[in-house]
């Protein structure tokens, strides 16, 4: 889908009031049928666990797999304007696919399914690495995944700006962060130790860029669609891109493969155009360390308990593997 016909298809959601969302499959099929397309379902239940989503899964007429979704809250319709302008962007310029929204309304928006396999599945009893080993992934995903965050990369942060994509300068994104960890103190907790050591990273020049890029944003596991030889073919979710600090895209690297896998990746990443700075592993290193920041402030700010509490879980699992 050409960057036009995204916008085209986009339409205003501050002119129709917010739909809660449908509670049923039949519910939310028939706003797409609305919306011009006939789908079926391929499940009997609403996917209910994303936090912004309900989602259905369906087929068209000619079998091709679908997805469709209906936003939680009114604020989710203004995030998915500036998503579909990003798809507009990154679409034609990534060597994978990302989602072609065929039908965006305030109140359903739907495309065709990706090809692949996450990389993680969430489950009840926990997550399922599928296809790719996080402890040690293999050339074939560190080389697709460096190819693919440099071409996002490349792309200029002006051509994001002029799409409407939310950006920030480094001195903001450094101000942001330090306002997050005062915050997020009282909820959080954090030990006196971790408290200097985020401190320590914010205030060293040499570590910080001096440029910005554009992100994905929350690049974890589950967004990404894997082929069966662990090959990135596809991105998922593109609610958080931002232009902000390189290093946001690479940190969860660092947090799901580990500091080595960085390494290798930052060497192809490199050779395939993307620009890298001496302090640039540190950097994304000491990032994940105050993830857990930027997780409580987003809790705090929804007030979503059982985020909180996955924030502090996970600092402390940042604290005792220091």
């Given at each position: 889908m050409s960057e036009k016909s995204y916008v085209n298809s986009t339409l205003d959601p501050s002119a129709e009031s917010f739909h809660p969302a449908p509670t049923t499959v039949a519910e939310l099929l028939a706003r797409a049928r609305r919306h011009g397309h006939a789908l079926a379902a391929a499940g009997a239940e609403l996917e209910t666990m994303g936090l912004d989503f309900v989602v259905a899964h369906a087929t068209d007429a000619a079998g091709v797999p679908w997805i469709v979704r209906a936003p939680r809250r009114p604020d989710v319709i203004a995030a998915a304007r500036v998503e579909a302008r990003v798809l507009a962007l990154v679409g034609p310029r990534l060597p994978v696919a990302v989602p072609d929204w065929q039908i965006h309304a305030p109140d359903v928006i739907a495309y065709p399914r990706i090809a692949g396999v996450p990389a993680v599945t969430v489950t009840a009893a926990g997550p399922q690495w599928n296809i790719v080993d996080p402890a040690a992934p293999s050339p074939e995903f560190i080389e697709s995944m460096a190819r693919t965050l440099a071409a996002l990369q490349a792309i200029a942060p002006d051509s994001a700006a002029a799409q409407g994509v939310p950006t920030a300068t480094i001195a903001a994104a450094r101000a942001r962060l330090a306002a997050a960890m005062a915050a997020t103190r009282e909820a959080l907790q954090p030990?006196?130790?971790?408290?200097?050591?985020?401190?320590?990273?914010?205030?060293?020049?040499?570590?910080?860029?001096?440029?910005?890029?554009?992100?994905?944003?929350?690049?974890?596991?589950?967004?990404?669609?894997?082929?069966?030889?662990?090959?990135v073919i596809g991105v998922l979710d593109w609610t958080e891109a931002r232009v902000d600090d390189p290093s946001i895209d690479l940190a969860l690297v660092v947090g799901c493969f580990g500091r080595d896998a960085l390494e290798r990746l930052l060497g192809r990443f490199a050779a395939a155009g993307g620009v890298t700075w001496p302090g640039l592993a540190e950097h994304a290193s000491e990032r994940w360390a105050a993830s857990a920041v930027v997780a409580a402030e987003w809790a705090l700010r929804r007030d979503h308990v059982e985020a909180l509490a996955y924030s502090r879980a996970h600092l402390a699992a940042l604290d005792a593997a220091d």
């Open positions: 030990s006196p130790r971790m408290w200097a050591r985020w401190h320590r990273w914010l205030e060293s020049d040499a570590l910080w860029p001096t440029h910005t890029a554009l992100v994905h944003g929350d690049l974890h596991p589950g967004h990404l669609l894997l082929a069966d030889d662990a090959r």
